[in-house]
């Protein structure tokens, strides 16, 4: 007999404390990626998204997590990322730029708004320049960069190794 059991679905983990970690994302071409992004955030606890609009969810993508995210909705971003330093966040961007750190190395608070860049156009100037600091995710192949719910999971796991309970 196998001393490892398939369990379809164990019951989720409680968290010490609510994290303090709030997922930012542009208005992005494909509804899946947000979908995407939104059942992310619901499996590691994160209560809060502020996207653009217009946009979509599609539940069976998002599934129990599009009941648990609270997605609030903005016209821009600016405003929003200005609000958030005046509350206190660490404004984390993720972009490949000139100066941008890797993830691999980068230590975040725990008071953090990781601001996702737009599918084709990344993160745009206005935006970049009220970030604290930006990271990038090593690329070792082709293409030269991941997709969009992708580079937000790798971000959001090493946030949540870091933070463990919240």
């Known amino acids: 007999m196998s001393r490892f059991v398939h369990q379809r679905h164990k019951p989720?983990?409680?968290?010490e404390r609510e994290?303090?970690?709030?997922?930012?994302?542009?208005?992005?071409?494909?509804?899946?990626?947000?979908?995407?992004?939104?059942?992310?955030?619901?499996?590691?606890?994160?209560?809060?998204?502020?996207?653009?609009?217009?946009?979509?969810i599609d539940a069976d993508i998002a599934r129990a997590a599009a009941d648990f995210v609270d997605i609030e909705t903005r016209g821009s971003l600016v405003p929003v990322l200005k609000r958030l330093k005046s509350d206190w966040y660490s404004l984390v961007g993720l972009e490949q730029t000139t100066n941008s750190s890797s993830l691999f190395e980068f230590e975040f608070e725990q008071r953090t708004a990781l601001v996702i860049g737009h599918e084709r156009q990344?993160?745009?100037?206005?935006?970049?320049?009220?970030?604290?600091?930006?990271?990038?995710?090593p690329v070792f192949g082709q293409p030269f960069?991941?997709?969009?719910?992708?580079?937000?999971?790798m971000a959001v796991y090493e946030y949540c190794r870091q933070f463990p309970q919240g």
């Open 122 to 137: 990344g993160i745009p100037p206005e935006q970049l320049d009220l970030l604290d600091h930006v990271v990038e995710i």
């Open 19 to 56: 994290r303090e970690l709030i997922v930012v994302c542009p208005s992005l071409r494909s509804n899946v990626n947000l979908s995407r992004i939104v059942r992310l955030a619901g499996c590691f606890g994160i209560r809060k998204i502020i996207a653009c609009r217009p946009y979509s």
């Open 145 to 153: 960069s991941y997709n969009v719910a992708t580079a937000a999971c």
């Open 12 to 15: 989720p983990s409680r968290l």
